[in-house]
């Protein structure tokens, strides 16, 4: 499964992003998409997911970012507000073959390249 990740940049502290995960058609009919970030030197990061049981965000972001789907574009979004300086990494979604999305890496079976979101000043 190929997916693309888009939307990262630039912003300022307190600014917003909306990244995006596309796919194939009927990907995200049948997969379930995980969210994640990576910052230099540190783990995978759970950030967020979405799947036929549902949605959820990480506590670290849950006043901040929700997840969204749009079936008809087959894309799944990210929307990231008061983005914080901590918010700075590549950002990239993932897809497992199941109706329940993980905060678990490792436990997708595709990844996207990333987009990456840096946060200053």
């Known amino acids: 499964v190929q997916l693309q990740a888009s939307g990262g940049g630039l912003v300022q502290p307190g600014g917003s992003l909306r990244l995006a995960c596309a796919a194939p058609?009927?990907?995200?009919?049948?997969?379930?998409v995980g969210w994640f970030r990576q910052a230099p030197g540190k783990e995978h990061e759970f950030v967020g997911g979405i799947s036929r049981s549902g949605s959820s965000v990480a506590d670290s972001v849950k006043e901040r970012f929700t997840i969204s789907k749009d079936n008809a574009r087959n894309t799944v979004y990210l929307n990231m507000n008061r983005l914080q300086r901590e918010d700075t990494a590549l950002y990239y979604c993932a897809v497992r073959n199941s109706r329940w999305h993980t905060s678990v890496a490792s436990d997708y079976d595709f990844r996207g390249q990333g987009t990456q979101v840096t946060v200053s000043s």
């Open positions: 058609a009927r990907t995200f009919s049948i997969y379930a």
